[in-house]
């Protein structure tokens, strides 16, 4: 220890074998301000530059020596290469400090790491650099390798590093971190910052080469100098062009192959012409600069964005190619009518219709070739002609393979049918067609010997050899990314095992149970010749229409089911792969109970760093033991894992970390006082002999043993031992309240005394008894209860505040006489006991009174040790429950368990603190809350519920213990929460919500979880033993109340940290302070913070956050103006100064320009990602939380980057969420769990086996040098990346990296609760996914992946929201065949013929299967199994459909239906905010129907149009029960999308809220506003914002939604036919004369209208009068009609159901055409009839939430769903919602 951290030498000494560090040239060294190392004065008292390593990296950038001094600048002793660069190339002052402690700490960390530390530790480590130099130049050497040029890093990587390479290596990764520095918005394009370092790298070897200008003749200087000159000259040109295309981009909304994105810009330079065009210094006159709207320019370079449902088709096209095929060939075989497959295909006929599928084949490839075509034309220019050439070729090849596939299958059948069966002719032309085919499928078959091998395939994709581009530029463009993407072969043949067991179940039962029973129906159908249409028929004498409407939901199940196999499989492999890691074997605290003992060297196994040689790590050898330690471990055998005696070291460090975790949770208020003296480990002391185990585990066992010692009365000592040893707890039971007696009354009973001396004769036999085994023999053990029951007594009276003196020595005298008289077996009179010393010498009658009465005198009451020991005595003697709901809350339970678990799970071991990866925090912030103010929490809602209500309601026991834990610390009266006590008040309430102090708090406690793990790895064992006695005694003082007194003993530094520093800190020694910062910051990127200082009340809480976590930084974009309309951005860090006591700005970088170019998070990010350290940054988002005893963990996960995970080390490593919203709601209830599935279950099988994790938001763990140099952690392209984390992982595994999923440590999330949030928040999600349908990045994975992968891929991304989509389609398909076939009659006569209903059973089952959630129902009870068990896993799903989780799920499934195909139609998708407030308060109907009307209600409205219009025309439907059984789950899918906003609304069913929300729904919808109306205050507003998407979308998407909306004219064309005043005619006329009623009903409307405007003000009898007119007539009409044609009156009202849907269909196709019609007096009227239709609505939707508000009970039963979990733990919710605050 002493040489690792000698102190820093003395001013005058120089720094061993270094330069003495000089002042630096600007401010005196102490009064700049430093991050994290005063890298800038390393005579600075600060704990990390004890280490050499820091001194010695420093040292290293100090090696200027005889490089040239750069012109132009005043040259200083003190300045390093750092410096040298900066001055030469022009770099900005902050950029080089900030990259200068970059680079130092990094060094210093990873020279720290050596397993062999160097010869002399005051030099930097070749090694170090060098491989470090590897690392973050790699994506540089591979783009040079990629465009064949050479690499301008002019050292050999063969030969020994030298010295003089040293300084060499150092300057180009100074190079490199100062390029990327400085960057910007050019971080998200890494082959750009690429092209920059090589030309900056080739100015940089003419300098160090000594190159003479040719120009001046003097030596050569860099092309880009000057101050500021990189910024001015490199970043802003480009930063500029990539600005001007954003304008372009209209926001987002122009589409996306009109300008050029991230992606565009950086794939510029995956070409040569980037050298040619751009050159160096950059040509701005180049036409790159050029935007795509203003002429020829670059334009789009590697894709194309295009919206269109054929992406699906053109990125997954091997998918559907196979689901295509199968399908036919399975109609083929099925119809030939054979029983079996294989009976069938044993037919020759049979087998050649099968062959058909080549020429299917042939025009699916023909097709994609055509879309390829179609798509990307536009990338074709003067330099891509190639390209050109190759989509023409391609197309032309394709469909010569259709014609030639067509012609030799047709000339087969026409030989066979000739010959009239297979002659030798006939087979030989089916010869040919084999040999075509043969050719045909050679590049398949090719791909198959290449998947079987896929390290030659990674070989061919890797090497930049021009023949191996030939040879493949036929099947695959040449792309930077995706190249080498295949996995070993191990987990090449998990996956495609998998894949094998989903894809054969998903084919048998497609055959069997979907196909084979449509084909009788089909056949029946087609025979089917006389059909009476009950319309006017355009294909008369064929049903083939039918059929298709018949199979169409068929096909559509047929095509989404893989969806369902893939649920089913994935969820049973994912419970299998948990088993193996060993999850869920402690699932409660009885469990832990039984395992505790082998804790603690679990604890020591896997969270202390092992001794071990350093030869023998990672060896085979080493590898085994550790297997075999496991066992022992998980199963308690063996010695060194049983036991752990209170005197070894291990004991009490497990106790220093046990007892931490145990008061965080006390800190957290989610245990009570009471808890934490059972729960915690106490330390030796009284002269216990044993481990003194938690309370907790001792309750009871005492009794058990004293029962035990009842039973064996006669026993000898051997038995009675023997017994009560087989229980390890009891054992220490017994032993620990024997020693703890003997001291108590030796203490209680002053010394001297002649009590004394007796107390001490006795405890002598009884010691002498028992070590000579003669206990049983000596002593009646039936006495021992008594003495039992009086020692309870005793202790009572001592723990009790007032002592009652006379009591205590009553109680002392009858246990004196119970030990003399009853105790011993054999009889002895006084004088013998006297003789022994057992009874006073002098007899009792004297006046001295009763025995004990003078000699007990008690501890003071300061003495808070020595009652905490009593009441743990009194604790296990008296208990008698089995505490096994100790702690009582749930959270604490879950968290321990959880944490006890992963320790006996397989995980890397922790390396000590120094050794250990270095890592950061960065998280976004924007404008969320920080703090809950003093007005938030009590400001009531209309129920008049305030937040700290609904809080102390809902975490009621914490609030019970807030409280408690106020008291202790000085709260007299409870009111004072309010005032002295009211920060506490805001933060207790604010880390239960979703604020940015709960994520600081949260992620604070890894600086402590390191902190404390530095002071163990060196402490001594006499310093831990010391440790946990000074604990011991500090502790009983902070329970008790006097811990953060100001007199207390810690210095000032821990004591600012407020309640983030606990007792440990007493102990610590001062490096833990240096060693936690060198290791760990948090970053969090409070992008307005600068606008906020002084204005708003968070800038003030950041800052108090700051000043209460000393290793939190906050990063903001300051803007600052200069000139009239000229404003300048910066990035600035910040940190809080101690000394200084305010906030001190660290650095301040500028930026070409405004920092938010593409979407507002991953901007945010970017620009803090300069300030974050380490190796590995962990991304956090703004909801989330953390837990001190999982941060313990995190060097242990940060382990996992050097393990390899099949032929990859991870890059991205994966982290489980634990979602701690559930509670709040039965919403968030359902919500939580379907995340919970999919965060743990989901994640872990697409870690393992199938390799396709990808990142899904956060706290996944990333490795930080390898995705610097690669794009960053996100990508920021407007809209198409609007969910800009999974691109992360879509970059990750495109450029060759590698993402796992590790169970052992978790993070909290939280999640939204209501509702609109949880919608709006689904449709956030469903619109992300649309975009990634259009992207680039998914379109290179579905065609770089292998075919499995590729599978695992689509099936949990897009193909996710496909398949959703395609459930819906299919209630659709399924509905409207089923109108069709009723309103023709064709349904009629089949039900004559033969019966198809069977047929369709399997299909609607399926659908209603995965409409009632099972996606998400499966994999739920499976993990819930898995970890909670069986039982109360099947009880949760039961509960939860009680709670009708199934409404809920097919609502949210409209909802991702609803805008993932409108975002893959129109576009339109937008960052929603969604909150993250609670949910109590009650949402207005308007408010219901502005989110819902469109996507869920109208859709609802128009498929129960199609039920009752089939209820009233089908034949079939007049059996009530096959009615039901057809369409019980579309009524259920119409009720749940109209019902569910009603149902899961607090007071939803409230009648008087009911009648409120109609008149303001009727107020919305009338008020006309202005020009600056918002949506929620005008109808008109929101009408025209809902139509924004129609604005946006191109031609295609236009003529698809008109086509899309001519369905609603079918109702009015089916129904006029069936009305009887068409008397039965079947003409086309009925249908033409039908259109006069809408003719009218419009011109009626006119009219009124008309007359409203002219006469409803001032004339307003006129007004009446029109009106009376117009009913009149109206009325005269319908008589006319009635009495001379075959009218019936029923008819007026069937004829709505066929007019309203055609009002509707025209309103529709009006909004399409709005440009057109924008200026006629038509869109006036269609604006005031989509008023009417929106009332009409409301009325619809409104009627039975009316119904079920007026009918009594209704409410309370929905309370009672909405809050059942709250209910169930007792807490009273309709308190809540009705606001009767009783005792409040």
């Known amino acids: 220890m002493s040489l690792r951290q000698r102190p820093p030498p003395s001013r005058a000494s120089s720094v061993g074998g270094a330069p003495p560090p000089p002042s630096a040239p600007t401010a005196p060294p102490e009064e700049e301000p430093y991050n994290i190392i005063p890298v800038h004065n390393l005579l600075h008292d600060h704990p990390s530059l004890r280490y050499p390593e820091v001194r010695a990296a420093a040292a290293a950038l100090r090696t200027v020596g005889d490089l040239r001094k750069p012109p132009f600048v005043v040259w200083h002793d003190g300045m390093d290469l750092l410096d040298w660069l900066g001055a030469f190339f022009g770099f900005q002052r902050d950029n080089v400090r900030n990259q200068r402690e970059h680079l130092v700490l990094h060094l210093a960390n990873a020279q720290m790491r050596l397993e062999h530390p160097p010869d002399n530790i005051d030099s930097l480590e070749p090694n170090v650099l060098r491989s470090f130099r590897r690392k973050l130049l790699k994506n540089y050497t591979s783009?040079?390798?990629?465009?064949?040029?050479?690499?301008?890093?002019?050292?050999?990587?063969?030969?020994?590093?030298?010295?003089?390479?040293?300084?060499?290596?150092?300057?180009?990764?100074?190079?490199?971190?100062?390029?990327?520095?400085?960057?910007?918005?050019?971080?998200?394009?890494?082959?750009?910052?690429?092209?920059?370092?090589?030309?900056?790298?080739?100015?940089?070897?003419?300098?160090?080469?000594?190159?003479?200008?040719?120009?001046?003749?003097?030596?050569?200087?860099?092309?880009?100098?000057?101050?500021?000159?990189?910024?001015?000259?490199?970043?802003?040109?480009?930063?500029?062009?990539?600005?001007?295309?954003?304008?372009?981009?209209?926001?987002?909304?122009?589409?996306?192959?009109?300008?050029?994105?991230?992606?565009?810009?950086?794939?510029?330079?995956?070409?040569?012409?980037?050298?040619?065009?751009?050159?160096?210094?950059?040509?701005?006159?180049?036409?790159?600069?050029?935007?795509?709207?203003?002429?020829?320019?670059?334009?789009?370079?590697?894709?194309?964005?295009?919206?269109?449902?054929?992406?699906?088709?053109?990125?997954?096209?091997?998918?559907?190619?196979?689901?295509?095929?199968?399908?036919?060939?399975?109609?083929?075989?099925?119809?030939?009518?054979?029983?079996?497959?294989?009976?069938?295909?044993?037919?020759?006929?049979?087998?050649?219709?099968?062959?058909?599928?080549?020429?299917?084949?042939?025009?699916?490839?023909?097709?994609?070739?055509?879309?390829?075509?179609?798509?990307?034309?536009?990338?074709?220019?003067?330099?891509?002609?190639?390209?050109?050439?190759?989509?023409?070729?391609?197309?032309?090849?394709?469909?010569?393979?259709?014609?030639?596939?067509?012609?030799?299958?047709?000339?087969?059948?026409?030989?066979?049918?000739?010959?009239g069966r297979w002659s030798a002719t006939a087979n030989g032309r089916l010869v040919t067609l084999l040999e075509a085919a043969f050719v045909f499928i050679i590049p398949e078959l090719l791909a198959l010997a290449l998947f079987i091998l896929p390290w030659i395939r990674n070989l061919l994709e890797e090497t930049n050899f021009r023949i191996f581009f030939v040879l493949t530029w036929w099947f695959q463009t040449r792309s930077f990314v995706g190249r080498g993407l295949r996995e070993g072969l191990v987990d090449n043949i998990k996956y495609t095992l998998f894949w094998v067991v989903v894809l054969a179940s998903k084919f048998a039962f497609s055959y069997f149970l979907?196909?084979?029973?449509?084909?009788?129906?089909?056949?029946?159908?087609?025979?089917?010749?006389?059909?009476?249409?009950?319309?006017?028929?355009?294909?008369?004498?064929?049903?083939?229409?039918?059929?298709?409407?018949?199979?169409?939901?068929?096909?559509?199940?047929?095509?989404?089911?893989?969806?369902?196999?893939?649920?089913?499989?994935?969820?049973?492999?994912?419970?299998?792969?948990?088993?193996?890691?060993?999850?869920?074997?402690?699932?409660?605290?009885?469990?832990?109970?039984?395992?505790?003992?082998?804790?603690?060297?679990?604890?020591?196994?896997?969270?202390?760093?092992?001794?071990?040689?350093?030869?023998?790590?990672?060896?085979?050898?080493?590898?085994?033991?550790?297997?075999?330690?496991?066992?022992?471990?998980?199963?308690?055998?063996?010695?060194?894992?049983?036991?752990?005696?209170?005197?070894?070291v291990e004991a009490h460090r497990f106790a220093l970390l046990w007892n931490e975790v145990i008061e965080t949770f006390r800190e957290e208020d989610i245990i009570s006082d009471c808890e934490v003296e059972l729960l915690e480990l106490s330390p030796n002391s009284w002269n216990i002999r044993v481990i003194r185990w938690p309370c907790f585990l001792l309750c009871n066992e005492l009794l058990l043993a004293l029962s035990q010692a009842k039973e064996l009365v006669d026993a000898p000592d051997k038995w009675l031992v023997r017994k009560i040893c087989k229980h390890e707890y009891r054992r220490c039971a017994v032993i620990e309240s024997y020693d703890s007696i003997k001291y108590l009354l030796l203490e209680i009973v002053k010394e001297g005394t002649e009590e004394h001396s007796i107390i001490t004769n006795l405890f002598q036999e009884i010691d002498h008894a028992i070590q000579i085994e003669k206990f049983t023999q000596t002593y009646k053990t039936t006495?021992?209860?008594?003495?039992?029951?009086?020692?309870?007594?005793?202790?009572?009276?001592?723990?009790?505040?007032?002592?009652?003196?006379?009591?205590?020595?009553?109680?002392?005298?009858?246990?004196?006489?119970?030990?003399?008289?009853?105790?011993?077996?054999?009889?002895?009179?006084?004088?013998?006991?006297?003789?022994?010393?057992?009874?006073?010498?002098?007899?009792?009658?004297?006046?001295?009174?009763?025995?004990?009465?003078?000699?007990?005198?008690?501890?003071?009451?300061?003495?808070?040790?020595?009652?905490?020991?009593?009441?743990?005595?009194?604790?296990?003697?008296?208990?008698?429950?089995?505490?096994?709901?100790?702690?009582?809350?749930?959270?604490?339970?879950?968290?321990?368990?959880?944490?006890?678990?992963?320790?006996?799970?397989?995980?890397?071991?922790?390396?000590?603190?120094?050794?250990?990866?270095?890592?950061?925090?960065?998280?976004?912030?924007?404008?969320?809350?920080?703090?809950?103010?003093?007005?938030?929490?009590?400001?009531?809602?209309?129920?008049?519920?305030?937040?700290?209500?609904?809080?102390?309601?809902?975490?009621?026991?914490?609030?019970?213990?807030?409280?408690?834990?106020?008291?202790?610390?000085?709260?007299?009266?409870?009111?004072?929460?309010?005032?002295?006590?009211?920060?506490?008040?805001r933060l207790w309430a604010s880390y239960r919500g979703q604020t940015l102090s709960r994520t600081v708090r949260g992620m604070m406690y890894y600086y402590k979880a390191l902190k404390m793990l530095a002071f163990l790895d060196s402490a001594s064992e006499m310093d831990i033993r010391a440790g946990s006695h000074e604990l011991a005694s500090l502790g009983s003082m902070r329970v008790d109340g006097a811990m953060d007194a100001p007199g207390s003993s810690r210095s000032p530094s821990s004591r600012s940290l407020s309640r983030m520093s606990s007792g440990v800190n007493v102990l610590f020694k001062g490096h833990e302070y240096g060693t936690a910062m060198m290791k760990y910051v948090y970053v969090v990127s409070c992008?307005?913070?600068?606008?906020?200082?002084?204005?708003?009340?968070?800038?003030?809480?950041?800052?108090?956050?700051?000043?209460?976590?000393?290793?939190?930084?906050?990063?903001?974009?300051?803007?600052?103006?200069?000139?009239?309309?000229?404003?300048?951005?910066?990035?600035?860090?910040?940190?809080?100064?101690?000394?200084?006591?305010?906030?001190?700005?660290?650095?301040?970088?500028?930026?070409?320009?405004?920092?938010?170019?593409?979407?507002?998070?991953?901007?945010?990010?970017?620009?803090?990602?300069?300030?974050?350290?380490?190796?590995?940054?962990?991304?956090?988002?703004?909801?989330?939380?953390?837990?001190?005893?999982?941060?313990?963990?995190?060097?242990?996960?940060?382990?996992?980057?050097?393990?390899?995970?099949?032929?990859?080390?991870?890059?991205?490593?994966?982290?489980?969420?634990?979602?701690?919203?559930?509670?709040?709601?039965?919403?968030?209830?359902?919500?939580?769990?379907?995340?919970?599935?999919?965060?743990?279950?989901?994640?872990?099988?697409?870690?393992?086996?199938?390799?396709?994790?990808?990142?899904?938001?956060?706290?996944?763990?990333?490795?930080?040098?390898?995705?610097?140099?690669?794009?960053?952690?996100?990508?920021?392209?407007?809209?198409?990346?609007?969910?800009?984390?999974?691109?992360?992982?879509?970059?990750?595994?495109?450029?060759?990296?590698?993402?796992?999923?590790?169970?052992?440590?978790?993070?909290?999330?939280?999640?939204?609760?209501?509702?609109?949030?949880?919608?709006?928040?689904?449709?956030?999600?469903?619109?992300?996914?649309?975009?990634?349908?259009?992207?680039?990045?998914?379109?290179?994975?579905?065609?770089?992946?292998?075919?499995?992968?590729?599978?695992?891929?689509?099936?949990?991304?897009?193909?996710?929201?496909?398949?959703?989509?395609?459930?819906?389609?299919?209630?659709?398909?399924?509905?409207?065949?089923?109108?069709?076939?009723?309103?023709?009659?064709?349904?009629?006569?089949?039900?004559?013929?033969?019966?198809?209903?069977?047929?369709?059973?399997?299909?609607?089952?399926?659908?209603?299967?995965?409409?009632?959630?099972?996606?998400?129902?499966?994999?739920?009870?499976?993990?819930?199994?898995?970890?909670?068990?069986?039982?109360?896993?099947?009880?949760?799903?039961?509960?939860?459909?009680?709670?009708?989780?199934?409404?809920?799920?097919?609502?949210?499934?409209?909802?991702?239906?609803?805008?993932?195909?409108?975002?893959?139609?129109?576009?339109?998708?937008?960052?929603?905010?969604?909150?993250?407030?609670?949910?109590?308060?009650?949402?207005?109907?308007?408010?219901?129907?502005?989110?819902?009307?469109?996507?869920?209600?109208?859709?609802?409205?128009?498929?129960?149009?199609?039920?009752?219009?089939?209820?009233?025309?089908?034949?079939?439907?007049?059996d009530t029960f096959v009615y039901i059984a057809m369409t019980i789950s579309s009524w259920f899918l119409v009720v749940s999308w109209i019902m569910a906003p009603f149902v899961f609304n607090p007071s939803g069913f409230d009648w008087l809220k009911a009648v409120y929300d109609w008149d303001d729904f009727l107020n919305w919808i009338w008020y006309r506003g202005g020009v600056f109306t918002k949506a929620d205050e005008s109808w008109e507003t929101w009408w025209y914002e809902e139509q924004d998407h129609l604005r946006m979308t191109g031609l295609w998407g236009k003529l698809l939604e008109i086509i899309l909306d001519l369905r609603y004219f079918f109702f009015q064309y089916g129904i006029v036919y069936q009305l009887g005043i068409a008397g039965e005619s079947t003409s086309i006329a009925v249908y033409l004369l039908s259109w006069i009623y809408m003719v009218v009903a419009i011109g009626i409307y006119v009219i009124i209208a008309y007359a409203r405007d002219k006469y409803a003000a001032k004339k307003h009898i006129y007004y009446r009068l029109v009106q009376l007119l117009v009913i009149v007539l109206v009325i005269l009409v319908i008589v006319v009609l009635l009495q001379f044609t075959s009218l019936k009156f029923l008819d007026v009202f069937t004829s709505l159901m066929a007019f309203i849907p055609t009002g509707w269909g025209l309103i529709s196709i009006a909004q399409v055409l709005r440009p057109f019609l924008r200026s006629t007096v038509v869109w006036e009227i269609v604006v005031a009839l989509a008023r009417l239709y929106d009332i009409l609505f409301g009325v619809i939707v409104m009627a039975p939430v009316a119904l079920l508000s007026w009918l009594p009970g209704s409410q309370a039963m929905q309370t009672r769903i909405l809050f059942n979990e709250a209910f169930s733990r007792g807490l009273q919710i309709s308190r809540i919602l009705t606001g009767k605050k009783s005792n409040h």
């Open 143 to 419: 783009w040079c390798s990629y465009l064949g040029h050479k690499s301008n890093v002019w050292i050999s990587d063969r030969r020994e590093p030298s010295s003089s390479h040293h300084r060499r290596e150092l300057l180009y990764i100074s190079l490199y971190l100062l390029i990327w520095g400085e960057a910007a918005n050019l971080r998200f394009v890494p082959e750009c910052i690429s092209y920059i370092f090589h030309h900056m790298a080739l100015d940089l070897n003419r300098i160090l080469e000594d190159f003479i200008d040719e120009n001046t003749g003097r030596p050569v200087i860099p092309s880009i100098s000057g101050e500021d000159a990189f910024l001015n000259r490199v970043v802003t040109p480009i930063y500029n062009v990539i600005s001007a295309e954003v304008v372009n981009s209209r926001n987002g909304t122009a589409p996306h192959s009109n300008w050029r994105n991230y992606d565009d810009i950086n794939e510029f330079f995956w070409s040569r012409r980037c050298f040619k065009r751009l050159k160096w210094p950059i040509d701005v006159g180049s036409n790159f600069f050029v935007t795509m709207a203003h002429g020829k320019g670059v334009g789009k370079t590697g894709y194309v964005e295009q919206r269109s449902f054929w992406n699906l088709f053109r990125s997954f096209d091997r998918l559907w190619v196979m689901l295509i095929l199968f399908f036919q060939a399975a109609v083929i075989v099925a119809w030939h009518g054979n029983s079996t497959p294989w009976g069938a295909l044993g037919i020759r006929d049979v087998q050649v219709r099968v062959l058909s599928v080549l020429i299917t084949w042939a025009a699916l490839r023909f097709l994609k070739s055509l879309l390829d075509a179609g798509t990307q034309y536009s990338r074709v220019s003067r330099d891509t002609m190639l390209l050109g050439v190759r989509m023409i070729l391609k197309c032309v090849v394709a469909a010569g393979w259709a014609i030639v596939f067509g012609v030799l299958y047709g000339r087969t059948w026409s030989q066979r049918n000739q010959d």
């Open 514 to 648: 979907q196909i084979k029973p449509m084909v009788a129906p089909t056949k029946a159908l087609l025979k089917l010749k006389i059909v009476d249409f009950n319309w006017h028929e355009f294909f008369s004498n064929t049903n083939r229409f039918a059929v298709g409407l018949l199979w169409l939901p068929v096909f559509l199940i047929y095509l989404m089911d893989l969806q369902i196999w893939y649920s089913i499989i994935s969820s049973l492999v994912g419970a299998m792969v948990g088993l193996f890691s060993h999850l869920g074997e402690i699932r409660n605290i009885q469990q832990l109970r039984l395992r505790f003992q082998f804790f603690a060297s679990a604890m020591q196994f896997n969270l202390m760093p092992e001794e071990q040689l350093l030869n023998a790590r990672g060896t085979l050898k080493s590898k085994f033991h550790d297997a075999i330690n496991r066992l022992k471990l998980r199963y308690g055998l063996g010695r060194p894992f049983k036991k752990i005696e209170s005197n070894q």
């Open 783 to 985: 006495a021992l209860p008594q003495i039992h029951s009086k020692l309870i007594t005793l202790l009572e009276l001592i723990i009790k505040p007032k002592k009652d003196m006379n009591r205590v020595v009553n109680v002392l005298q009858a246990l004196f006489e119970v030990f003399i008289r009853d105790l011993p077996k054999a009889k002895r009179t006084i004088e013998q006991l006297r003789e022994d010393g057992l009874v006073p010498l002098r007899p009792n009658s004297t006046s001295t009174g009763l025995l004990f009465e003078n000699a007990v005198e008690f501890p003071g009451v300061e003495n808070k040790s020595f009652y905490r020991q009593v009441r743990r005595l009194h604790t296990i003697l008296s208990s008698r429950d089995s505490m096994n709901n100790v702690p009582k809350n749930l959270e604490a339970r879950r968290r321990i368990a959880f944490f006890s678990n992963s320790l006996f799970m397989n995980m890397p071991h922790a390396p000590q603190v120094e050794k250990m990866m270095a890592f950061s925090v960065l998280t976004p912030y924007y404008n969320e809350e920080v703090i809950y103010s003093k007005e938030q929490l009590r400001s009531e809602n209309e129920d008049g519920v305030s937040v700290l209500f609904y809080l102390q309601k809902i975490y009621d026991d914490e609030w019970k213990n807030f409280m408690e834990r106020m008291r202790r610390e000085g709260t007299g009266d409870d009111s004072e929460i309010w005032t002295t006590k009211l920060r506490d008040l």
């Open 1087 to 1518: 992008q307005i913070y600068g606008a906020q200082k002084g204005k708003d009340q968070r800038a003030e809480e950041i800052l108090y956050l700051m000043k209460n976590n000393e290793a939190l930084r906050v990063a903001y974009v300051d803007e600052v103006h200069t000139g009239r309309d000229q404003v300048e951005y910066y990035s600035v860090l910040v940190k809080y100064d101690t000394q200084l006591e305010k906030e001190v700005e660290i650095y301040r970088i500028r930026l070409p320009g405004p920092l938010k170019l593409g979407e507002g998070k991953p901007e945010n990010q970017n620009h803090a990602i300069i300030f974050t350290r380490g190796d590995a940054v962990q991304t956090i988002d703004m909801n989330q939380d953390n837990y001190f005893e999982e941060a313990l963990k995190m060097r242990n996960l940060l382990e996992e980057f050097k393990t390899y995970y099949g032929i990859r080390k991870p890059t991205i490593l994966g982290v489980r969420e634990h979602i701690f919203t559930g509670s709040v709601s039965s919403l968030a209830w359902f919500m939580s769990a379907q995340e919970t599935s999919f965060v743990t279950l989901g994640q872990r099988v697409l870690a393992n086996p199938l390799k396709v994790r990808m990142h899904y938001g956060h706290p996944d763990v990333f490795d930080r040098f390898w995705f610097l140099t690669r794009g960053g952690i996100s990508k920021a392209s407007r809209v198409i990346n609007i969910s800009e984390d999974i691109f992360a992982g879509f970059n990750c595994t495109l450029r060759g990296g590698n993402v796992t999923h590790h169970e052992y440590i978790q993070v909290g999330k939280g999640r939204d609760v209501g509702l609109n949030q949880i919608s709006m928040f689904e449709a956030k999600v469903a619109s992300g996914n649309g975009e990634q349908v259009a992207s680039r990045d998914v379109y290179r994975l579905g065609h770089r992946l292998d075919f499995f992968r590729m599978l695992s891929f689509f099936y949990t991304t897009v193909g996710f929201f496909l398949n959703t989509m395609m459930v819906v389609l299919t209630v659709y398909a399924f509905l409207w065949g089923r109108l069709y076939l009723a309103l023709s009659g064709i349904e009629a006569a089949m039900m004559q013929n033969s019966n198809n209903n069977k047929a369709l059973g399997a299909i609607l089952n399926q659908q209603f299967l995965i409409q009632m959630g099972l996606f998400t129902a499966l994999p739920m009870i499976v993990e819930n199994s898995l970890e909670h068990g069986f039982l109360p896993a099947i009880w949760d799903f039961l509960t939860m459909q009680l709670q009708l989780s199934s409404v809920f799920y097919t609502f949210s499934m409209g909802t991702r239906t609803h805008f993932f195909g409108r975002t893959i139609l129109h576009g339109g998708a937008k960052y929603r905010a969604t909150g993250r407030g609670f949910v109590v308060e009650h949402k207005s109907f308007a408010e219901n129907y502005r989110l819902y009307a469109r996507s869920h209600f109208v859709k609802a409205i128009e498929l129960g149009v199609i039920l009752t219009v089939y209820a009233s025309y089908s034949t079939i439907a007049r």
